[in-house]
C-alpha cells in the first residue's frame, strides 16, 4: 500500500534572465518638471533647499495646529459646562 502512494516529483522550475527591469518606466516622460538638483553642496545650496522646505509646509503646519486647537476647545467646553 505504501508503494501506491509514492509522491510525484516536481519539476524543477529554471528562471531566465533576459535583461530587462521589473517595470519600463521610458515612457513616463521624465515628469511634469524637471529636476533642479545642485551637486555642489554648497551652504547656500543646502539652505535654498532648507527654506524652500519650511516655506511649502507653514500652510499645513498652521491648518493643523488651527484643527488641534478647535478640537481642545470643544472638549474643553463639552467638559466644562457637563459639570
Same mark, same amino acid.
Given at each position: 500500500?505504501?508503494? @501506491?502512494?509514492k509522491?510525484?516529483?516536481?519539476?524543477? =522550475?529554471?528562471?531566465?534572465?533576459?535583461?530587462?527591469?521589473?517595470? @519600463?518606466? $521610458?515612457a513616463?516622460?521624465?515628469?511634469?518638471?524637471?529636476?533642479?538638483?545642485?551637486? @555642489?553642496? $554648497?551652504?547656500?545650496a543646502?539652505?535654498?533647499?532648507?527654506?524652500? %522646505?519650511?516655506? $511649502?509646509?507653514? =500652510?499645513?503646519? !498652521?491648518?493643523?495646529?488651527? %484643527?488641534?486647537? =478647535?478640537?481642545?476647545? =470643544?472638549?474643553? !467646553?463639552?467638559?466644562?459646562?457637563?459639570?
Amino acid at each position: 500500500m505504501a508503494k @501506491d502512494k509514492k509522491k510525484k516529483k516536481k519539476d524543477k =522550475v529554471t528562471y531566465i534572465d533576459d535583461g530587462s527591469t521589473i517595470s @519600463d518606466m $521610458s515612457a513616463l516622460g521624465g515628469g511634469r518638471r524637471p529636476l533642479n538638483v545642485n551637486d @555642489d553642496g $554648497s551652504f547656500k545650496a543646502k539652505w535654498q533647499t532648507y527654506v524652500r %522646505a519650511v516655506r $511649502s509646509m507653514i =500652510v499645513p503646519m !498652521l491648518v493643523t495646529m488651527g %484643527a488641534i486647537c =478647535v478640537a481642545f476647545l =470643544v472638549l474643553y !467646553l463639552i467638559l466644562e459646562f457637563a459639570s
